[in-house]
């Protein structure tokens, strides 16, 4: 689901870019075009893939505070395994859907005559130059990965502040509120407002980072660009509808794709490990215990590395009771 609304993104992306606006601007709109799309894939209950990892490192973390408890290191490195399995089915969900709707979508548009004012084939080919593995792909995705770790620390922080002066309460209470909603339903908002401000502002200021950021780094002489992994593989899906069968032929296309991979591997690994480090930090897990984990990880990968990617059973292991 979310690959679906991430592929009208992509086409909304491209419009944006084919108006001719000011740096700040074009990035404002992109961001505010982001924004919006996540936080429908948010109602919608659907997935942003590389998104989770850093709303789920912290609650992770929390469970490290008994280190010395029989097994604890296991059930954490279990913990990591489905987060990092779940996730990999999520990139593949997003990117197996965004790039043939994305086509069907280049389909509707060559119809009405408007894709031709959105996309050249001289355009295409530069998004496929511009996605090559062998370019800034690798930096720019491991850059989109931290901002996707800043937008949960801004969710965090703004469910704090909530939390702190109690505006739930306020919400279902404060005169005003209640004369223009009623007390029934400044209750409700009191309650939805307390389990779902951080998804809110988490999706509101990553869709405006993800816009905003390029344009104001670029104002001091700083490249970058965004790479997330399922706006990437749609904008590649337009470019190849755009430059027809011929570019099954290009070297540039396979390099593309490769491009497709790395930013996925770089959104999540660096995603994850920011927040969970930090997270480690909060629960002042001592260095001697944090090497254990690092041990007991690279023994997961080492010896059942496809574990990672598929719900394998391993030799000796109790059934999960946890729901994943």
Known sequence: GGGAVLAATTWVKLAIGALGLSAFLGGW???????????????????????QPAMTAPAMAAKLKDMAAPGAVERFVDEVVYLLRSQFAAILGNVGLVMPVVVVLSVLLHRLGWA????????????L????LLGPTALFAAATGGLLFASSIVGGWVENWFVFYRLDSVLAHHPRVTAWLGRERAARWGRYWGGNISSWTANISLGLMLGLVPP????????????HVTLVAGQIAAAVHELG??????????????????????NL????????????????VPAVDRRRLYAALARRVLRHPLT???PLRLQGAAPSTTGH
Do not use: C
């Open 29 to 51: 709109w992109a961001g505010v075009n982001y924004a919006l799309s996540f936080v429908l894939i948010m109602l919608l209950h659907w997935t942003v893939a590389t998104k």
């Open 116 to 127: 031709q004012a959105l996309m050249e084939p001289f355009h295409a080919q530069y998004i």
């Open 129 to 132: 130059a511009q996605h090559h």
């Open 216 to 227: 104001v780094l670029g104002f001091f002489g700083i490249p970058f660009e965004v790479r």
């Open 245 to 266: 069968a011929s570019v099954l032929h290009q070297p540039a296309l396979a390099w593309a794709a490769g491009g497709i991979v790395i930013t996925g591997l770089m």
């Open 269 to 284: 690994a660096f995603s994850f490990t920011l927040a969970f480090r930090l997270a480690l930090t909060a629960q002042n």
């Open 308 to 310: 990672f990617l598929l």
